[in-house]
Structure formats: C-alpha cells, structure tokens
C-alpha cells in the first residue's frame, strides 16, 4: 500500500462510522499508518463528514510534522501516535463518542466480558484508563491520553483487546488497518449496550471463564478453527 491508497482507505474508514452511527457532528476520527515508511494518515481536525475526500486526509511522521495536506490533523493526532509508537502490530486506530461506550467510560467503569460475542474479539474485560492527573491534563493533554493509554496496557495484549476507555472521555479501538479498527469500534459500542443491558436484567449475573476462553480461541491464536481457510 502507498500513501494514495491508504488516504482513500482512511477517508472511506472515516465514513464508514457514519454508516455505521458511531459518530454525530465531527464527534470522532480515524488514522492509519504505514510502517514501513513511518508515516500517518489521518481525518482533519473539525472538518465534517458530509464532503469529506481521500485529498483532504493529512499525512504526518511519527513526531507529528505534517508532511502532506492542506488541514489541520485530528486534535487527537497526539494520542494515536502514541498508540502507533507503542503498539507495533496495530495499523488503524478509531476514536468515537459513540453512546454506551462512551458512557461507560464517563462512569470510569471497565466492561467486564460477560459474554461470548465480547469473547469473539476480547480475551477479556474492555479496560478503563486512571484519573489524569493537573499537570497531564493542563501539560500535553493529547500526547499524555496516549501515554496514559499505554500505562493500562501494561500486562495487556492490545491485540487480543483491541480497544480501550479513556475515563471521562471515550473509546478508542485499533486492528491491523483502518478498517478493521472500525469493526472494532462497533464491536466495542454493541457490547457496552449488551453489557449495560444485561446488568440491568440481572446485576447479579456471573459468566463461565471456561466459555469465554473457548470462543476468543476459536478466532484467535494458533488453534482458530472459526471462518474459512484460504
């Protein structure tokens, strides 16, 4: 992939969580990167949806040098370059305000994994960031989201839990490019709605360990067994 294709791939991501009713207004962006040539794509900042083109995508390095575009980057640049530096096998991040996830992440509360659908993409809970401390949200606010992100996911594969809660903010979800990042995203906003309504259901409600490391084996590692072999 080229820096052409992949401006298309993060405009046509970008779009997609409008298509898929994750984001209102400019409530959300999505970057991809290639690897090999370090560098970023990403949503301009504040720029609406409605007639967004693959040109209008900003191509940055690592260190946040604009390199190619005529807009401003996503104000979350900072963050998603955080999560590119530290996660090496990721290749697409999405940010949204969707409804349930966000709310669990204004509660400050994990998503525990208390069913199969979030044990086909989680190995376990959807994690929740710390409290940010004066001088982190006063400091380099949006590069620290990043750092405080990457804190959490000390002892953590963020590729058996591609996506996270930033306490009082929101989720954000990768994968190995832009798209999947945005399969992630829904993924992520449908089991906070699951997870909430089950609570509500039964507060008291416990789930087999066993079950769910069954159903995040069948898609992942080296004894998947689910979809079709090529």
């Given at each position: 992939m080229n820096i052409k294709e992949l401006k298309i791939s993060v405009c046509k991501a970008n779009l997609d969580l409008v298509k898929h009713g994750l984001i209102i207004l400019t409530w959300g962006n999505v970057s991809g990167i290639l690897r090999d040539e370090q560098l970023v794509v990403i949503k301009p900042s504040g720029v609406p949806y409605d007639n967004i083109k693959p040109d209008d995508m900003v191509v940055l390095d690592l260190e946040g040098n604009v390199v190619e575009g005529k807009y401003n980057p996503s104000s979350d640049t900072a963050t998603h370059l955080e999560l590119y530096k530290a996660f090496p096998s990721i290749g697409g991040i999405v940010h949204t305000h969707s409804t349930y996830a966000t709310s669990w992440a204004q509660a400050g509360c994990p998503i525990p994994n208390i069913g199969t659908t979030q044990a086909d993409y989680f190995s376990g809970d959807v994690p929740c960031t710390r409290d940010m401390t004066k001088d982190e949200v006063e400091g380099n606010?949006?590069?620290?989201?990043?750092?405080?992100?990457?804190?959490?996911?000390?002892?953590?594969?963020?590729?058996?839990?591609?996506?996270?809660?930033?306490?009082?903010?929101?989720?954000?979800?990768?994968?190995?490019?832009?798209?999947?990042?945005?399969?992630?995203?829904?993924?992520?906003?449908?089991?906070?709605?699951?997870?909430?309504?089950?609570?509500?259901?039964?507060?008291?409600?416990?789930?087999?360990?066993?079950?769910?490391?069954?159903?995040?084996?069948?898609?992942?590692?080296?004894?998947?067994?689910?979809?079709?072999?090529?």
């Open positions: 606010y949006e590069k620290t989201t990043g750092e405080v992100i990457v804190e959490r996911f000390n002892g953590l594969n963020p590729a058996h839990i591609p996506g996270v809660l930033v306490k009082n903010h929101g989720p954000f979800s990768w994968g190995k490019d832009p798209y999947e990042a945005v399969q992630n995203a829904v993924i992520l906003e449908n089991i906070a709605k699951m997870a909430f309504i089950s609570l509500q259901i039964n507060p008291e409600l416990t789930m087999n360990n066993l079950l769910l490391e069954k159903h995040f084996s069948r898609k992942h590692g080296p004894n998947a067994y689910y979809g079709q072999k090529n």
